[in-house]
DNA sequence: AGTCGTTATATTTACTGAGATATAACGACT
DNA sequence: AGTCGTTATATCTCAGTAAATATAACGACT
């Protein structure tokens, strides 16, 4: 039986949480439905959590993550702006070369 | 206004958590103060759930991590064992340079 | 003007996890 | 035998968080 090491990062801004997992797949799924509300069914939770999230996200970074349109024809929706994408981009990047880190450094110890 | 990048790493056993932050800390702590409870006082903590973290990792890590001893003149006491001691040690050498390596990463990126 | 799916927000309800409390057992020492 | 501070464990209470529910506003299109 062998240890293994695992990590959770994320990103603060002004003391308070930016951006970690959960919201970077929020984002993702953002991206990938246009909408909050289908965004949030598809990860399980509920709309207020999913809109709460976003709004943190929205007012703590340096640009805005994400536009929202209200009314029309297909009701409105949210969609990711190109800072957004490359926010989420480079937390991933960053979050599989920590863990391949974390594996190396596990591996060279003695336990 | 600067983004900051945090962490939190733990050892895994087994698919169950067996070592982290606060369960460092706590066994820091037993170490500092030889005794379980008081351990738990110095670190603002119930006794109960100091107790639950220890017996966690002692069960699940491949040596004991301490060894107790009950009644006598003292009443007992918890003390870490060598073992327990190189867990500690090894835990907080990879959390430290995970977080070195993470500032690096940021500061390579774009944000 | 009415419909529709969405964003946006408040309020109420349910539940899990943490803390508080209680109790037993232990054994060196006086 | 009695004391003392500790380990060890069960149970009960409560608060803070998450979920569910309700409601308003919006605007392109028919």
Known sequence: MKYKIKSRIW???DGHILLGEGRVNLLKA?????????AAKSLKM???KAWSLVDAVNSRAKEPVITTAVGG???GGTALTPYGRSLVETFETINES????LDEEISKSKL
Request: with cysteine; glycine share 10%; net charge positive.
């Open 98 to 101: 920590c863990w391949k880190f």
């Open 46 to 48: 509920s709309y207020k």
């Open 73 to 75: 024809k297909s009701g």
């Open 11 to 13: 990103i603060e801004a």
């Open 30 to 38: 953002i991206e990938a439905t246009g909408s909050l509300t289908k």
